[in-house]
Each structure stands twice: as structure tokens, then as C-alpha cells.
């Protein structure tokens, strides 16, 4: 690792005594629904996008204004930017850009996409590899979803197309409106969205990003080029970057979990040719229409994975597992901080800086 020289990170599977791949492990799970997409003739391609907060070594952010793009204040942090950038390039993972995000001290770096598993894994490396940097610069940076309940929450949005035997992107024949493909892919994510959130945000902490006007979505629906839906859909005419983005999962998601969650649900669609519904259109924050809301709780969270299709098709084991890890998560957000629209100084204690 260029940040380290001398260091680097080994990622490894993990297999039960008689060899087989181990059920709770996440890249176990990412590798079943990878295997389910090649099923049906397809190879997912994923990019995650990941938004964390720098902070001082109290974790309080670096910035107290909201910047957002700015070309002036950016300049600022240049120089521990700069060195994440360079860090993540030599880490193998290809840097798209990066930019002051909607929060005082809230920083977006784009990775480019790669096939799923090697998706997941450069994620895990881009947070490691993040927060080492902002140490070595006198800094933390936090993946927490939402440590200030005034300020914008940071999200996991995970892109996902498909290629052929080619490596050609199915969806590039959409013109203004998804292909028949890519509309049953949407349609998996949006029937299967309520339960995605339990992948998508696992902690007490995450659901409360969950709220009107914060970029984050509240209810499920689908659109074009629309940040206030849950599912983006990028479909310009030829283009090999026709995508769907979903837009509800917290920078705390496990990569491998919450990839694996939206790949089983984009090729349920696929196999059952599901549709997605009508196309939402404008503010879907005031104007819902009857679209159905996301579980602002990690206790409804819990009950729409819960028996879901969904927890079923990522194994009765690992989902049973997980499930019994936030029902914890649940008794002690009770206990410590019961009110859902607060973030306390016990969250930000707990998760601050193990996210
Ligand atoms: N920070 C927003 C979130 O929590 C996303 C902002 C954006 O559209 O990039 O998901
Ligand atoms: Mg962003």
C-alpha cells in the first residue's frame, strides 16, 4: 500500500470444516447471488459511492459551513484529499473524482465500477484506506450514517448494470426509458426495497438518515434523473453507462451484504419479469403519491427482512444471524437513545468511529 509501504491486506474467504463456504461470511453471501446473476446469462457490473465526514482527532467536523462543490474552500483540504486519492489510485482502485458534499466537512470520492466481488473489496480497502489517511494527517474521517441529526447523513449508493458474454452493457440500448431488462432489474429492487434496507442500514443509527430532504430516500419509487428517489436510472441513448443507482443504503453498509442484497433482488426480477410500476416524477418528498415508505426504524427495518422473500434467498442461516444482531442493536438503542429523530453522544460513542 502506497500510504504504508511494507503493508498490505490479504482478503480472504472463509469455509467451514467440511470446505464449503462459510454461510455467515459476507463475501459467501456476495458470491451465491453473483453465481444466481451468471445463472441467467448476466455478469453484474458495481460501483459503490461512498460519502464520510472528516473530522479533528474529538470528532467534531473540520469544517463548520456547508461547501458543496465549492471551488474556493475545497482548497482547504487539498492536501489530505490529495494523498487519499493517490493512496486509493495505488491501491489499484481507479479514482474518479472527488468534491466537498452537502455537510460542513462532508467528502464524496467517486471509485470507478469493476465486477461485483472486486467492487466489494475495493470498498472495504477505500475505508481503510480512507480513515488510515486522515489519521496521517492529523485527522479521523467517520463512515457513520448520521452523526448529527441537523446535518446530511453520508450514504452507500450502489450502481449496478449488466453485462453479456461480451462484456457489453445490456441496458446501453436504453433511449429516455429503461430496456425491458433493465426494468425487470428495477423491478427486483423495488419489490425487494423495504427488506434491502436491513443491508443497507444495520445500526440504530443509520435508519435516521432515512428523512425528507436529505438526498437520502424515504419512500420507494423509481425515476430518471431524480435524487429524491430510492432508484435513479441513468439511460442515455448508447450509452455504456446505463445504470440503475440505489440510493437508500448508509456509508456503515457491509459492501459485500448490501451488494449482494441488491444483486439477489435485481435477478429476482429478472427470473419472475417483474415491473417495476410508473416512473415518479418530480419531489417525491412532498409528493409520495401512494408509494410506499421505508421503515424510518431499525425495528421496522428488522420486521420488513424478517420472513422476507428477500432474507430467504440470502440464506436462512446468515439472515437469521444478522437479523438476531440488530434485534441487539434495537434493545440497546432503547436503553440509550430511544428518540428517532435524536443522535446522541452514546451513538456517536459507539459508532463514530468504528464505521
Ligand atoms: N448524503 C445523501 C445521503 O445520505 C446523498 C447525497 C447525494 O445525492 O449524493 O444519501
Ligand atoms: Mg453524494
Same mark, same amino acid.
Given at each position: 500500500m502506497d500510504h504504508r509501504p511494507g503493508y498490505a491486506i490479504v482478503i480472504a474467504d472463509a469455509h467451514d470444516p467440511e470446505g464449503n463456504p462459510h454461510p455467515l461470511a459476507p463475501r459467501s453471501v456476495l458470491a451465491a447471488q453473483i453465481e444466481r446473476c451468471r445463472a441467467v446469462g448476466v455478469d453484474p457490473v458495481v460501483a459503490t459511492e461512498l460519502e464520510f465526514y472528516l473530522c479533528t482527532p474529538?470528532?467534531?467536523?473540520?469544517?463548520?459551513?456547508i461547501q458543496y462543490s465549492s471551488v474556493t474552500d475545497g482548497l482547504a483540504l487539498e492536501p489530505v484529499l490529495h494523498a487519499m486519492r493517490e493512496a486509493l489510485l495505488g491501491a489499484g482502485i481507479e479514482v474518479e473524482s472527488s468534491n466537498a458534499e452537502y455537510g460542513p466537512g462532508q467528502i464524496e470520492i467517486n471509485a470507478g465500477p469493476a465486477d461485483a466481488m472486486t467492487t466489494a473489496d475495493n470498498t472495504a480497502v477505500f475505508k481503510s484506506i480512507v480513515k488510515q489517511v486522515a489519521v496521517q494527517h492529523g485527522l479521523r474521517a467517520t463512515f457513520?450514517?448520521? *452523526?448529527?441529526?441537523e446535518q446530511s447523513g453520508s450514504g452507500m449508493h450502489v450502481h449496478t448494470s449488466l453485462v453479456d458474454d461480451g462484456g457489453a452493457n445490456t441496458f446501453a440500448d436504453s433511449d429516455g426509458a429503461p430496456n425491458e431488462l433493465m426494468r425487470a432489474w428495477l423491478g427486483g429492487i423495488v419489490d425487494h426495497a423495504s427488506a434491502l434496507t436491513l443491508l443497507g442500514s444495520p445500526t440504530s443509527n443509520g435508519p435516521k438518515r432515512i428523512r425528507p430532504y436529505t438526498f437520502a430516500p424515504t419512500h420507494i419509487h423509481w425515476g430518471l434523473d431524480n435524487r429524491t428517489v430510492l432508484a435513479r436510472c441513468v439511460v442515455?441513448?448508447?450509452? *455504456?453507462?446505463n445504470r440503475v443507482e440505489f440510493r437508500s443504503a448508509g456509508s456503515d453498509a457491509n459492501p459485500y451484504l448490501i451488494i449482494a442484497g441488491v444483486l439477489a433482488a435485481g435477478v429476482d426480477g429478472l427470473e419472475r419479469g417483474v415491473d417495476p410500476g410508473p416512473m415518479s416524477e418530480g419531489d417525491m418528498y412532498t409528493n409520495p403519491g401512494d408509494c410506499v415508505a421505508l421503515p424510518t426504524d431499525l425495528a421496522g427495518v428488522i420486521e420488513a427482512y424478517d420472513g422476507s422473500p428477500l432474507a430467504e434467498q440470502l440464506g436462512k442461516t446468515f439472515s437469521a444471524s444478522y437479523a438476531s444482531i440488530a434485534r441487539a442493536e434495537v434493545a440497546l438503542a432503547a436503553e440509550h437513545s430511544p428518540e428517532p429523530d435524536e443522535v446522541t453522544d452514546w451513538e456517536r460513542a459507539r459508532f463514530i468511529e468504528h464505521c
Open positions: 474529538d470528532w467534531e467536523p473540520v469544517q463548520h459551513h457513520m450514517p448520521k *452523526p448529527w441529526a442515455e441513448a448508447g450509452s *455504456p453507462a
